[in-house]
T-cell receptor, first 110, second 118 residues
Framework: DQQVKQNSPSLSVQEGRISILNCDYTNSMFDYFLWYKKYPAEGPTFLISISSIKDKNEDGRFTVFLNKSAKHLSLHIVPSQPGDSAVYFCAAYSNYQLIWGAGTKLIIKP | DSGVTQTPKHLITATGQRVTLRCSPRSGDLSVYWYQQSLDQGLQFLIQYYNGEERAKGNILERFSAQQFPDLHSELNLSSLELGDSALYFC?????????????????FGPGTRLTVL
């Protein structure tokens, strides 16, 4: 049973435009969410996080939005750059475990 | 550079063998986590240690074991290796550990160890 779902395996976006990556979760007890970026054969790199007491958190080009009622969060990247091409993972904490989504591969087109 | 180090970077071994992967957490971090990633799949959580004690277990096989030492470095032992154990193994560390309420702590990942079982 997937508690954290990233339903889009891949996303292609034009350079300079906005990239929106989506994540849905089922467990209402999750109260801390993180986004990671991963290049092939490298470890995931932390991008941004959000606590459930907030609905938005911003860090430079990255903004995460949380809609608790819909159990949905999204990562916005503006503007998208070639170096943003990677796999993006959404993750949520449940007790002592970080539950991961399957990832979305973002491709930034020139 | 996340500050988490893993050795070795690559490991090639045969079925039935035993290997040990090593992880040094970021300075000051008390929690260490182990993950497995097979063939472009998602990350599978294996096990977590906090200040030397096992804190959580995920999808870890009985053939696998781990420990965290007093200096906080951790080792993941994989035994009776099978072809399907070929994967990237990542270690991550965090300053604290999540509480029962689920509030979490940012995990920082090492570069991984690529294990190939022939």
């Amino acid at each position: 049973d997937q508690q954290v779902k990233q339903n889009s395996p891949s996303l292609s976006v034009q350079e300079g435009r906005i990239s929106i990556l989506n994540c849905d979760y089922t467990n209402s007890m999750f109260d801390y969410f993180l986004w990671y970026k991963k290049y092939p054969a490298e470890g995931p790199t932390f991008l941004i996080s959000i606590s459930s007491i907030k609905d938005k958190n911003e860090d430079g080009r990255f903004t995460v939005f949380l809609n608790k009622s819909a159990k949905h969060l999204s990562l916005h990247i503006v503007p998208s750059q070639p170096g943003d091409s990677a796999v993006y993972f959404c993750a949520a904490y449940s007790n002592y475990q970080l539950i991961w989504g399957a990832g979305t591969k973002l491709i930034i087109k020139p | 550079d996340s500050g988490v180090t893993q050795t070795p970077k690559h490991l090639i071994t045969a079925t039935g063998q035993r290997v040990t992967l090593r992880c040094s957490p970021r300075s000051g971090d008390l929690s260490v986590y182990w993950y497995q990633q097979s063939l472009d799949q998602g990350l599978q959580f294996l096990i977590q240690y906090y200040n030397g004690e096992e804190r959580a277990k995920g999808n870890i096989l009985e053939r696998f074991s781990a420990q965290q030492f007093p200096d906080l470095h951790s080792e993941l032992n994989l035994s009776s290796l099978e072809l399907g154990d070929s994967a990237l193994y990542f270690c991550a560390s965090s300053a604290r550990t999540s509480g029962e309420g689920g509030s979490g702590d940012t995990q920082y990942f090492g570069p991984g160890t690529r294990l190939t079982v022939l």
